[in-house]
T-cell receptor
Framework: GDSVTQTEGPVTVSESESLIINCTYSATSIAYPNLFWYVRYPGEGLQLLLK?????QKGSSRGFEATYNKETTSFHLQKASVQESDSAVYYC???????????????FGKGTLLTVTP | EAAVTQSPRSKVAVTGGKVTLSCHQT?????MYWYRQDTGHGLRLIHY???????EKGDIPDGYKASRPSQENFSLILELASLSQTAVYFCASSNRPQDTQYFGPGTRLLVL
């Protein structure tokens, strides 16, 4: 089946340091995967951070970037300089572009808890 | 701004009791979803719906029922709550299945 594997947390990074959260996927039943990063801040629901639907493309938002690499089946999340306000749980997710199949769900990774220290 | 609300935000239930979790969206979206999250797992799909008065099973539907009485409302029903259903439950909506899903804040359910 489809699956997403991401960096085991918790991850602790000092403010202004760089960050990478790894994400790899297996899309056995999805012909045209969409890839997502969602973020959940304390006390809130998940919200979309960025989304990429085309292999080879890069998505970016709020200083975060992720490149959809079809060859390595990866979608790593990176940020050059983190802030305390980036402390949250980050979820990598796999979806179907809607090729006509019946895959209506998102497949999520387990989430990575990030704590940024001052 | 898209909005999905859930009630209650937290609940303590007794084993064997009935629990109803409610979700309301003001996005005018056709698709709605119920997920659960347990420690050490990603979100897993329980039920979803793409039109009022119709629901579909997700990956882990056993022990749960769903109800979609209107486009805006989607409920998750635990007829006989069990200890294993202790989890955080998220509702979400989207315009189409391949579109961005908008999530509610979650309901923390503890079954004792």
């Amino acid at each position: 089946g489809d699956s997403v594997t991401q960096t085991e947390g918790p991850v602790t990074v000092s403010e202004s340091e760089s960050l990478i959260i790894n994400c790899t996927y297996s899309a056995t039943s999805i012909a045209y995967p969409n890839l997502f990063w969602y973020v959940r801040y304390p006390g809130e629901g998940l919200q979309l951070l960025l989304k990429v639907i085309t292999a080879g493309q890069k998505g970016s938002s709020r200083g975060f970037e992720a490149t959809y690499n079809k060859e390595t089946t990866s979608f790593h999340l990176q940020k050059a300089s983190v802030q305390e306000s980036d402390s949250a749980v980050y979820y990598c997710a796999l979806g179907d572009r809607g090729s006509g199949g019946s895959n209506y769900k998102l497949t999520f990774g387990k989430g990575t808890l990030l704590t940024v220290t001052p | 701004e898209a909005a999905v609300t859930q009630s209650p935000r937290s609940k303590v239930a007794v084993t064997g009791g009935k629990v109803t979790l409610s979700c309301h969206q003001t996005n005018n979206h056709d698709y709605m979803y119920w997920y659960r999250q347990d420690t050490g797992h990603g979100l897993r799909l329980i039920h979803y719906s793409y039109v009022a008065d119709s629901t579909e099973k997700g990956d882990i539907p056993d022990g749960y029922k769903a109800s979609r009485p209107s486009q805006e409302n989607f409920s998750l029903i635990l007829e006989l709550a069990s200890l294993s259903q202790t989890a955080v439950y998220f509702c979400a909506s989207s315009n189409r299945p391949q579109d961005t899903q908008y999530f509610g804040p979650g309901t923390r359910l503890l079954v004792l």
